[in-house]
């Protein structure tokens, strides 16, 4: 099989310093910035901002929409998951990281003493559940906001998975190992991978989201833009 590469192209810069999540929407591209916890929806052709909240969120990395338009964004230093009212930006709910734990990256080159616990990142919503994915636990998590219990978790393939996004095929996410620089569609009943492409050495797919069937991808040097390869 051979083996395939996208073609980033980059088509505006981030407003903030280290972006880390996004979200497509009719209302334009919605970002998280790990630097500022800012949030900024932007306009699909110029990049120009249409929206700027400030949150309380601490180095965030994962960011999606729910049925009612609120703002779910995972808080990735202090383990959280926060509801955020996207009108004003005010934290609604908080919520634990369902994957919080020592990333394998960090457990593999520091010593114990300086291991810290750090949350998850990407996100995704669909039919009510919150789809979570988590570099620590190496697994997309399934959870019911109405009670915050996990309904089922599906492990995702690398070891530091970031940005989430879902297949055309009912059933099926794309998910980004930033380590590693793979995409892969997962089944998310089981886990089983159906198709994976890998992205050039000098770009880090963190957000990643989809709009008419192309990927987007944000790497937290501040690039955004598209992942041209045939899905």
Known sequence: MKVRYASPIQLMVSPGPKPNGLQASQDGLWIVDQGNSKVHLLDWESGKIIKELQTTTDRSSGITLDSEENIWISSTYDCKIHKIDSSSGKTIQIYDSPGAGINATSEAFAKEEELTPTGDHGLEWKDGLLFIASPPSQYIHIMDPK????????????????????????GMIWAADTAMGVISKIRLSDGRVYDAFRVPGNVEVHGMTIKDNELWYCDDRRPIGTLKVDL
């Open 147 to 170: 009670n915050w219990k996990e309904v089922d978790r599906v492990k995702v393939p690398g070891f530091r998975v970031h940005g989430i996004a879902w297949a055309q095929e009912e």
